[in-house]
């Protein structure tokens, strides 16, 4: 019995084509998770720039088989993905996607971030229907891929080379449908218009110091960044994942003597020490799950990019 699988793609995720023999695109998922700020120029007249100041903050690459209620979830620290009951079928490209090519001169491929298994995770596709949704320059541009099975959809996961948290399997996708996001783990703290600069994770020269156009989202006419401002954003940050976004989180922050609430003396810290364990990854992961904002980006810079291997 024949039956499908449906992709869907959102965030800072970049298409590769014609660069894996035998493979017509690999989705990239850059590693995006660090803190950066930086200066980029860009156009404001005909021959004339402006430096634009930027930060970017973490995104947290996941996977799940249910956009709701998902059966089985999985943090993107280092996979490669396979349909593997996929059948022979063609490859089709329909719609419009974001060309790193046109923001950016000198954009080529990195071989470690592309090839090498320096990303979050790698999505093969042989074959299969690819269209993109979202109206180009207005909204985010999400990709779904549709690759028809023979039987129930089943995928593998495979560590790349270094990967933390390595997990290996073949899994059956009962909901016949998967979600690949590479999002914010909290959009409030952080300065969105700057976003898809972060597709050039994948490219040999990373984030670009000058843009040819404007990218997705960026406006033109941008705040001043100051570092108070910064200081401010790194702040709330920071306490989002203290407490974990919740009232109860504060209260054992609390608890701990972090945060000042009174000016009565505190109860000596529960913990009996200074040490203060954060837990096992696999439960620090877990807690980043349930504050990451997903599965839906909401702004045009948070879509996914295109590239061809010969850029």
């Known amino acids: ?146 690759i028809k099975t023979s039987g129930t959809p089943r995928i593998s996961i495979t560590p790349l080379p270094g990967t933390v948290l390595p997990q290996w399997g073949e899994i059956v996708i009962d909901s016949h449908e998967l979600h690949i996001t590479n999002l914010d783990y909290e959009a409030v703290t952080e300065d969105a218009n700057f976003d898809f600069l972060m597709n050039y994770l994948v490219t040999s020269n990373g984030i670009p110091k000058s843009l040819t156009r404007l990218t997705p989202g960026m406006p033109a006419e941008n705040k001043k960044l100051t570092l108070r401002h910064l200081g401010e954003r790194l702040r709330a940050l920071g306490l989002l994942m203290e407490t974990g976004g919740t009232v109860e989180g504060w209260r054992k922050s609390i608890e701990f003597g972090d945060e000042p609430q009174s000016l009565e003396p505190l109860e000596p810290p529960s913990h009996g020490g200074s040490a203060v364990s954060i837990g096992t990854a696999e439960e620090v992961m877990s807690m980043l799950g349930t504050t990451v904002l997903d599965p839906v980006p909401f702004d045009p810079s948070c879509s996914f990019g295109d590239m061809g291997g010969g850029a």
């Open 1 to 146: 019995m024949t039956s499908e699988l449906n992709i869907t793609i959102s965030g800072i995720c970049t298409n590769v084509f014609g660069v894996v023999p035998g493979v017509n695109m690999r989705t990239v998922v850059p590693d995006a998770t660090a803190i950066r700020f930086g200066v980029v120029r860009i156009p404001e007249s005909p021959g004339k720039y402006t430096n634009a100041y930027y930060y970017l903050m973490p995104h947290v690459g996941m996977m799940r088989d249910q956009v709701v209620g998902a059966r089985n979830r999985w943090f993107l620290t280092g996979y490669y993905i396979r349909v593997v009951n996929a059948i022979d079928q063609p490859f089709s490209y329909s719609g419009e996607g974001f060309q790193l090519t046109e923001f950016a001169d000198h954009v080529s491929i990195s071989p470690q971030v592309v090839l090498e298994g320096g990303a979050l995770a790698y999505l093969d596709v042989v074959g299969g229907r690819v269209r993109t949704e979202g109206i180009k320059h207005d909204d985010p541009l999400i990709c779904h891929i549709c």
